[in-house]
């Protein structure tokens, strides 16, 4: 059983570089405007089906913003002179 690397393509690293920090502002501001409108649920219920959701909507939220944060420090200290994001 070997396994076979499959390279990708360079118009998958192309929409990457593009739209990775984009694509995490988004996903964290997303994930912003669910717990503001869903969290007050949080203390009313008791339901997990509630509760479980909401938890990983924080934690979640947090990890995207942070990891954008990174992508952002990351293209500051670019020296390779891209000044793309």
């Known amino acids: 059983m070997g396994s076979s690397a499959v390279p990708i393509s360079d118009t998958v690293k192309k929409i990457w570089d593009k739209w990775n920090l984009r694509g995490f502002i988004l996903l964290s501001l997303s994930l912003q405007t669910f717990l503001i409108l869903c969290a ?3 203390k009313r219920t008791s339901s997990k089906w509630v509760i479980v959701p909401i938890w990983l909507a924080y934690l979640l939220a947090d990890w995207a913003a942070n990891f954008a944060i990174g992508l ?6 670019d020296t390779t002179g891209r000044r793309d994001n």
């Open 40 to 42: 007050p649920m949080r």
């Open 72 to 77: 952002i420090a990351s293209s500051q200290t």
